[in-house]
C-alpha cells in the first residue's frame, strides 16, 4: 500500500508537472501552485481518519472549509467535484470568522489569517478538524499540516502531535512523505 500511495503521489504530480513542461503538448497550461495545493487537500482526506464519534452520516457533505481569503480560484472545486471520501460527497465552503468552521473536516487557513493563527487553533480546540495552511509559523501556533516550498516542489510539514491531541489518526504512509514534521 505504502509503494502504490507512493506511486501515486509521485507519477501523479510527475505527470502533472511533464505536462506542464512539455512544450506545445496538446497546449496543456502549467499547473499553478495552487492547483497541485488543492490536488494535496483532496489527496489528505485519503490519509486520515477522523474520531469514530466525530459527524460522519453519508447524507452529509465532507466539508473542506477556507478561512479568509481564497487561494486557490475555483481550482478546488474543480478537483473534488464528483469526488466523495468515504462514501460522502465532498463540499467546498468559504468562511470569514473561526466560528463558523466547526463542521469542517479539513480547514485550509489563509495567509489572510496569519495574525490570527493562535486564535483560531484555540477556538478550534477539541474539534476533530484538521488544519491546514502554508505559513511558517503555523505549525509553531498548533496546527497540523503546513505547505513549504523544497527546491521549487511544493512539500508539507506535519504536526502529528497537535492532530493527535484532537484524536485525528494520520496514516503512516502520509507521515513518512511529510519533511521536517514532529511526530
Known sequence: MFIRLRKFIFYGLSG???????PGLAQTPRPSEYQLKAAFLYNFAKFIDWPSDAPSDNSSPFVIGILGDNPFGKSLEQIV???????????????????????????FISN?????????????????????????????????????????????????????AVRLKISSKLLSLAVGSSR
Do not use: P, Y
Open 112 to 164: 489572510s489569517e496569519s495574525k490570527h493563527f493562535t486564535e483560531i487553533i484555540k477556538n478550534l480546540k477539541g474539534s476533530a478538524v484538521l488544519t491546514v495552511s502554508e505559513n511558517d509559523r503555523f505549525i509553531d501556533s498548533g496546527g497540523m499540516v503546513d505547505f513549504v516550498k523544497e527546491d521549487s516542489r511544493i512539500r508539507f510539514q506535519i504536526n502529528d502531535d497537535a492532530a493527535k
Open 16 to 22: 502533472l508537472l511533464f505536462l506542464a513542461a512539455a
Open 81 to 107: 467535484a464528483g469526488k466523495q471520501i468515504n462514501g460522502r460527497t465532498i463540499s467546498v465552503q468559504f468562511f470569514q470568522t473561526a466560528s463558523e468552521v466547526a463542521r469542517c473536516q479539513i480547514l
